[in-house]
């Protein structure tokens, strides 16, 4: 029986310096829950003389990642640095030590997953990834044990903080995307390049993770559908409101006939769901299973703490195993027969805006290229200002498929009195 459980982290940034608190002041209550307690031996880190805020001895401290993957005494390797090289060199040279490994690398594991987990499987050690997706709610662990007894039909979440962050400050304070990025930027909310996060692609690579989970299926995050939140203006923020509606990036995976829908966009959802009542920098995943119903997720999304918490859930999962080598933790994905479903042939409904000329007849053009491509119009908000001037028309249509969307924007676009690009956001 093994005396202690032995981990080796590399990079002690923001999450590894939550990681490494945890392990250290709730290292009784581990110990206690495990029989045996964890250690941490050895830290890598790029700049070694860096002042921190977490002091450690300074044998344990290493600028050498490889010291960690090629100590024989650890266990379990913990990857906090984040990127594609080195992080999946040092992880694949791990696993091939046989050592298990926790994550917390979205954007390698949603190009790469596969590659590592096989590796893994090989080499019968375990992967961890719960800090991947939603920070420290445990969503990972909800799809792989909590609902393993159910189909999975829909997964829905707010799953990037800053976003989230960006769009809840819009639609409280009636301020602009740039006005809200600037401050959200100084408050530490977003990075100085947020083209990651507001751009929708963060959010894709937490989706291709979930989605592999929930329905079996390994789509690349480049092949989801992404928009993200740059061009939402608080004119249609505002109109939403008017419909009922309140706006966030949505990641969507829901399954019909063997095909899954897999995509990442701003989304208006009824202010009544439990989901649009989700604001700040706050995290929510709502998962819909044949057996158990809707179930939904809610709580902080990234931060030191929170992602620290679920990298020492993994550790702890993975100890135990060590311990009681007959017991495998779960952490395969469920293999399965579902493929993704084209963008084309989605159906949703839609928000248009059109910023037209105020004149007679201008209703009736548009909606005669929406019908005639099988766009049927649920309401409209029309205002008019000085007859001449230019004022937004504003329609909610019922559902349509989105190929019949493309190709009747494209046919307004072309009419003299659409003055603007028009703007599309799907509605849920
Ligand atoms: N921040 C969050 O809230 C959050 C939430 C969920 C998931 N994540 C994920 O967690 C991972 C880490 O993010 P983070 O925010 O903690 O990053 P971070 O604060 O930038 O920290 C990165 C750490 O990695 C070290 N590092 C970088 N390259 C290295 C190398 N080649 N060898 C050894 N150490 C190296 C850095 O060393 P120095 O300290 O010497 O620079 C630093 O300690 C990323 O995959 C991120 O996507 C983060």
Redesign the pocket.
Known sequence: MKEEISVGL?????????TFRILRDNAELIQSRLGVPVKVRKI?????G?R?EIQVPAAVLT???EEVVNDPEIDVVV?????DE??KG?ILGAIARGKHIV??????LAAHGSEIVSAARRKGVAVGFE??VG?GIPVIKVLKEALAANRILSVYGILNGTSNYILTKMTDEGRSFDDVLVEAQRAGYAEADPTFDVGGI?TAHKLAILVNLAFGLTIEPNAIFTEGITVISPLDIDFGKQFGYRLKLLAIAKQHNGRVEVRVHPTMIPNESPIAKVGGAYNAVQIVGDACGDIMLYGK????M??GS?VVADIMDISRAILNPGMQPLLAAPSGNLTSQEMDEVASLYYLRFMVVDQPGVLSQISGVLGKNNISIESVIQRGRALGGVVPLVIMTHEAVEKDMRRALAEIRGLSCVLEQPVLIRVE
């Open positions: 590399i990079g002690f940034g923001t999450v590894g310096s939550g890598a880190v790029r700049h070694i860096r921190r600028d050498k990642a990857e906090l640095i984040g990127g080195p992080a040092l994550t917390a690398n979205k954007g390698l800090a991947s920070g963060d999304g990234a931060g030191s929170p992602t679920a």
